[in-house]
C-alpha cells in the first residue's frame, strides 16, 4: 500500500525548512550583535589609503618598547602604571564606548608616583581607553578595554 503525498507533506517540507533558515539566520544575527564592538570608520576608502601609514606607527611605537598596565582603582579613577617610558613622558586618555550613544571624553592623567598615573573618577560601565604618551618628540599609544 503506498500513501499519496499531499498538500499537507508539502506544506510541513516547507514549514521545517524555512524554519531551519529562520533559526540559522537569528543565531548567526545573535552572535553577530554580540561580537562586534560597533567602531567603524567613517570613510573605508580613505582608512584604506592610510593603513600601511598606521602599520609604520605601530611598529614604531612598538620599537620604543613603551608598556602601560590600565586599571580602575576602587574610586573609579583610572590607574596608569607604565615601564620604560622616560620621566618627561606626559599621558593622556582618550575615553570612547564600545557601543550606544557616543561618550567620548578626555581625561588628562597626572603622575602620582615614578612610572604611575591616575585620571579624576570615570562613570561606571564599559570603555576603551586609548593611553598617549608624548615624550621628547616620541608617540605612543595603546589600546585598552576596561569595565
Known amino acids: 500500500m503506498q500513501k499519496t503525498f499531499t498538500g499537507r507533506h508539502m506544506t510541513a517540507i ?6 531551519i533558515v529562520i533559526a540559522v539566520n537569528f543565531s548567526v544575527a545573535a552572535i553577530a550583535l554580540h561580537s562586534f564592538s560597533g567602531v567603524v570608520v567613517e570613510n573605508s576608502y580613505v582608512a ?9 606607527d605601530a611598529k614604531a611605537e612598538q620599537d620604543l618598547g613603551w608598556t602601560a598596565k590600565v586599571s580602575r582603582d576602587p574610586a573609579g579613577r583610572l590607574v596608569v602604571e607604565t615601564a620604560g617610558m622616560p620621566a618627561s613622558a606626559k599621558l593622556t586618555a582618550l575615553l570612547r564606548r564600545p557601543l550606544g550613544r557616543p561618550d567620548d571624553r578626555t581625561e588628562a592623567l597626572n603622575q602620582i608616583g615614578p612610572n604611575r598615573f591616575v585620571s579624576k573618577e570615570i562613570d561606571a560601565g ?7 604618551a608624548d615624550a621628547g618628540g616620541q ?7 576596561i569595565g
Open 126 to 132: 564599559r570603555w576603551i581607553v586609548r593611553i598617549e
Open 14 to 19: 516547507l514549514v521545517v525548512f524555512f524554519g
Open 139 to 145: 608617540h605612543w599609544a595603546q589600546e585598552v578595554p
Open 48 to 56: 584604506s589609503q592610510d593603513f600601511n601609514h598606521w602599520l609604520k
